[in-house]
């Protein structure tokens, strides 16, 4: 029988809640309906990002990188995403704090 290493268990609830935190919650549900019917709705993904601007930094950049996949060529998904990210990099990566790894 294989032997974990101490603390393996920790550590993958910590992964397991850290992944929950990405998945969308009930106020996203509404957004997330549109989107499946209309993917390509740049109006629908600009709507998203502006209500969740003051959510969670992991969550805010998986968003931005799945508008983008959807509209590869959206200069103002792109543009806002660079800016995001820029300002977050001004005051102290987010992502640092967040993370227990890093």
Same mark, same amino acid.
């Given at each position: 029988m294989p032997t974990r290493p101490? !603390? %393996?268990?920790a550590t993958a609830a910590?992964?397991?809640s850290s992944l929950d935190d990405l998945l969308p919650?009930?106020?996203d549900l509404l957004y997330e309906d549109e989107l499946l019917r209309n993917p390509f709705?740049?109006?629908?993904?600009?709507?998203?990002?502006?209500a969740?601007?003051? !959510? %969670?930094?992991?969550?805010r950049y998986l968003l931005y990188?799945?508008?983008l996949k959807s509209l590869p060529g959206s200069y103002k998904v792109r543009a806002q995403?660079?800016?995001?990210?820029a300002m977050?990099?001004?005051?102290?990566?987010?992502?640092?704090?967040a993370d227990p790894a890093a």
């Open positions: 101490p !603390g %393996a268990l910590l992964q397991m919650d009930a106020d709705s740049l109006k629908m993904w600009w709507r998203y990002i502006q969740r601007t003051d !959510g %969670a930094a992991k969550k990188e799945r508008a995403a660079a800016r995001v990210a977050d990099m001004a005051t102290g990566w987010p992502l640092d704090a």
